[in-house]
Nanobody, 119 residues
Framework: QVQLVESGGDLVQPGGSLRLSCAAS????????MGWYRQAPGKERELVAV???????NYVDSVKGRFTISRDDAKNMVYLQMNSLKPDDTAVYYC?????????????WGKGTQVTVSS
């Protein structure tokens, strides 16, 4: 049974930091691209950061220099370190796993964790 379980969301003041974690199980974690998406009220879900199976990373422009995605294949974990948080970062953050294999696309989602940035 595939599971992606996020944790670490919280209420934080502007300028603060949070570290999100995603625990994965039920699939070959090391073979998957892992990512973090977010969805703010009234907005579409957007890709925040992605890390490949080889460790290369990519970020949406609005978080570059502030957020860092990392993975630990030995623990089947992916993390999102968020620094210098802004009110615009307020959203539900979702863990995402994806790979292509033999022409099939495999995609898994977590249920999300709430991040609120407010004074």
């Amino acid at each position: 049974q595939v599971q992606l379980v996020e944790s670490g969301g919280d209420l934080v003041q502007p300028g603060g930091s949070l570290r999100l974690s995603c625990a994965a199980s039920g699939f070959t974690f090391s073979s998957y691209y892992m990512g973090w998406y977010r969805q703010a009220p009234g907005k579409e879900r957007e890709l925040v950061a992605v890390i490949s199976s080889s460790g290369s990373t990519n970020y949406v422009d609005s978080v570059k220099g502030r957020f860092t995605i990392s993975r630990d294949d030995a623990k089947n974990m992916v993390y999102l370190q968020m620094n210098s948080l802004k009110p615009d970062d307020t959203a539900v953050y979702y863990c995402h796993a994806e790979r292509m294999l033999s022409g099939f696309r495999y995609v898994y989602w977590g249920k999300g964790t709430q991040v609120t940035v407010s004074s």
